[in-house]
């Protein structure tokens, strides 16, 4: 009988305690390949990345597969021929605006 009770106890316990095992992690924060401190040399590497059909300019859509972050107002303020793709030297302009950013100098 008491190994019943002790078997019944600890079943309840489990009931109770499963759902507080069994919540999901937090997600984790989106990660960025687009480094604020690539300089020229390092942009053109990123850039070569990023651009996923290798048609030399980027999408809003290859931009936004590498940092979930980026925001259509990101994007448009370095489109300057309004494209709606950046060119090498767009994206590098862009790289480095946000390296200025990084560095405290005002974008």
């Not at 600890?10 to 919540?23: D, E, G, K, S, V």
């Not at 053109?44 to 990345?49: D, K």
């Not at 290859?62 to 489109?79: I, L, M, S, W």
């Amino acid at each position: 009988m008491k190994l019943s009770v002790t078997l019944l106890a600890m079943t309840i316990a489990a009931a109770f305690a499963a759902p507080t095992l069994a919540q999901t992690p937090a997600p984790q924060q989106a990660q960025s390949t687009v480094k604020p401190d690539a300089g020229p040399d390092r942009a053109e590497t990123t850039f070569a990345a990023i651009d996923k059909n290798q048609d030399g300019s980027l999408t809003m859509a290859e931009v936004k597969a590498a940092d979930t972050r980026v925001t259509q107002d990101d994007f448009d303020k370095y489109d300057a021929d309004k494209s709606k793709a950046l060119s090498k030297s767009e994206f590098k302009e862009w790289i480095l605006a946000l390296q200025d950013q990084t560095n405290g100098k005002p974008g």
